[in-house]
Structures are given as C-alpha cells and as structure tokens.
C-alpha cells in the first residue's frame, strides 16, 4: 500500500483515475476495494476489474438491492447470536 500511496503523488496517475470517474479522496478504502486477491498488492488485472466495477453512477435499483441483502443479513446474524445465547444459557 505504500507504493499505492506512492503512485497517488503522480499527476498522471490522479488525472486517470479522475477520467474513469473515481475519486481518490479515500485511498486506503479504494485500494482495499481494488485489491481483492488478499495479497496487499494491486496487479493490473485488479486494476482493470476494479475500476471498470467501480465505474458509473450506482443506481437506484442497485443501492435498494444491497440495502435489502445487507438487512437479510443482519436478520440472520442476529438470529445466530441470540441462538448462541440460548445456547450459553443452558451450560
């Protein structure tokens, strides 16, 4: 990530990541939203992927959808803890 941090200080680079419609206000959340291997490094395939994913205003459509999975998840977690809970009760 310090190379990352690095190449951020190039004009160049800001000014492409600018064109593809990114802003680099928070770097650190970008590179962990580019970097999807889990090896701390950004390879140009990564690179690729992520900015064409990253790319274009998200609709609404698909904001409602993350919403909506985000809640059915936290149903299901809290449905776990309070099972878990049950659980410890009875040791």
Not at 14 to 32: E, I, N, P, R, Y
């Amino acid at each position: 990530q310090k190379e990352w941090k690095e190449c951020l200080q190039n004009e160049h680079v800001t000014a492409w990541f600018g064109g593809q419609g990114l802003s680099l206000v928070d770097a650190d959340k970008v590179f962990g939203m580019l970097e999807t291997d889990g090896d701390g490094m950004l390879g140009p395939e990564e690179l690729v992927d992520g900015v064409s994913r990253l790319q274009g205003p998200a609709r609404a459509l698909d904001l409602a959808m993350m919403q909506e999975e985000f809640m059915q998840t936290q149903k299901k977690f809290h449905s776990m803890l309070a099972e878990l809970r049950e659980t410890q009760d009875k040791l």
